[in-house]
């Protein structure tokens, strides 16, 4: 897009600093919902980035944070709306990750349990690597880094099959 000296104009960018706990989390996203909206970004991609962030600062304010901090530490999010999707760059410093690969992209064992009795935790991962690619994490001194790319385009599915981060257990009739 050219702007009025016929120069490119950056894309839009987001940046958003807040506390890590869930007040702060959840005023956030609605930001992001708000901010995205008006760069013009879809529904459904939207709707992805809100899982997408969910997860990812959830488990910054449970794991790298955690209870026993006595005020929540900093959380710094940077989105970068390209025509290939959103760049998202999270940073903290809270605890650091535990070394060795990034978390695998198993969901728990869903088949055959009452609704009611479902885990709270153990998707974040799973879900970030079903919508999410180029995921990358590092820590650098006392501070951890995610970033990863939420293609434009939901990744292709097969004919019936449900988005891969919208799975109904089998315990959940169906409608």
Same mark, same amino acid.
């Given at each position: 897009?050219?702007?009025?000296?016929?120069?490119?104009?950056?894309?839009?960018?987001?940046?958003?600093r807040?506390?890590?706990?869930?007040?702060?989390?959840?005023?956030?996203?609605?930001?992001?919902?708000?901010?995205?909206?008006?760069?013009?970004?879809?529904?459904?991609?939207?709707?992805?980035a809100?899982?997408?962030?969910?997860?990812?600062?959830?488990?910054?304010?449970?794991?790298?944070?955690?209870?026993?901090?006595?005020?929540?530490?900093?959380i710094?999010?940077?989105?970068?709306v390209?025509?290939?999707? /959103? @760049?998202?760059? =999270?940073?903290?410093?809270?605890?650091?990750?535990? &070394? +060795?690969? *990034? #978390?695998? !992209?198993?969901?728990?064992?869903?088949?055959?349990?009452?609704?009611?009795?479902?885990?709270?935790?153990?998707?974040?991962?799973?879900?970030?690597?079903r919508?999410?690619?180029?995921?990358?994490?590092?820590?650098?001194?006392?501070?951890?880094? /995610? @970033?990863?790319? =939420?293609?434009?385009?939901?990744?292709?599915?097969? &004919? +019936?099959? *449900? #988005?891969? !981060?919208?799975?109904?257990?089998?315990?959940?009739?169906?409608?």
């Amino acid at each position: 897009m050219s702007g009025p000296t016929g120069r490119q104009s950056a894309p839009p960018r987001l940046s958003l600093r807040f506390a890590g706990e869930d007040a702060a989390v959840r005023r956030s996203l609605a930001e992001v919902e708000a901010g995205l909206a008006a760069a013009g970004v879809g529904d459904g991609l939207r709707q992805r980035a809100q899982i997408a962030l969910a997860e990812a600062c959830n488990n910054i304010v449970e794991h790298a944070y955690g209870p026993a901090r006595p005020r929540p530490g900093p959380i710094a999010l940077d989105i970068l709306v390209e025509a290939g999707g /959103l @760049r998202v760059m =999270l940073r903290d410093k809270g605890r650091a990750m535990p &070394p +060795g690969p *990034l #978390p695998g !992209d198993a969901m728990p064992e869903l088949s055959g349990r009452d609704p009611m009795d479902l885990p709270e935790g153990g998707f974040g991962w799973a879900l970030l690597r079903r919508i999410a690619e180029d995921l990358h994490h590092e820590r650098t001194g006392d501070r951890n880094t /995610l @970033r990863f790319l =939420l293609p434009a385009v939901e990744k292709p599915r097969k &004919p +019936g099959e *449900l #988005p891969r !981060d919208c799975q109904i257990p089998s315990a959940i009739p169906p409608a």
